[in-house]
């Protein structure tokens, strides 16, 4: 008996394994506790909203007050300007749901240990973090 398989099969497996691949590449505990590796901004810039490129760099350059390098840049437009601290991870951005956790970690690279609290907005509880 010869059996021949479509493409319809074929796209659905390779959809299939590009998702687990993906999940994979966060690294999960039995606990839902998710690692992830970023810088510590704020929501104005990630998400482009008083800067162009998604970055601190359109503020420095300028000459926002307040806004010298990364760390100022994110403490004032929290402070300041109204955002929230977020993580950044390539071009992910998430939300905390506990972010006076992060301010004194602004503008530096982390790594976080936290559990999704809602993936539809990318809000994270962060349990531990740390500097890179």
């Not at 990630?46 to 998604?54: I, L, R, T």
């Amino acid at each position: 008996m010869k059996t021949t398989i479509d493409r319809e099969t074929i796209t659905t497996a390779a959809l299939l394994v590009l998702m687990l691949v993906l999940l994979a590449s966060y690294s999960y505990s039995k606990d839902g506790v998710v690692t992830l590796r970023g810088a510590i901004e704020d929501s104005q810039c990630a998400f482009n909203v008083h800067s162009e490129g998604h970055s601190h760099d359109w503020m420095i350059k300028k000459g926002v007050v307040g806004a010298r390098d990364a760390k100022s840049c994110t403490l004032h437009c929290v402070r300041d300007m109204g955002g929230k601290y977020v993580l950044v991870v390539k071009d992910e951005v998430y939300r905390f749901d506990n972010e006076g956790v992060a301010e004194d970690f602004a503008g530096l690279k982390v790594k976080i240990g936290a559990t999704m609290t809602d993936a539809k907005t990318q809000t994270v509880h962060i349990i531990t973090i740390e500097k890179e």
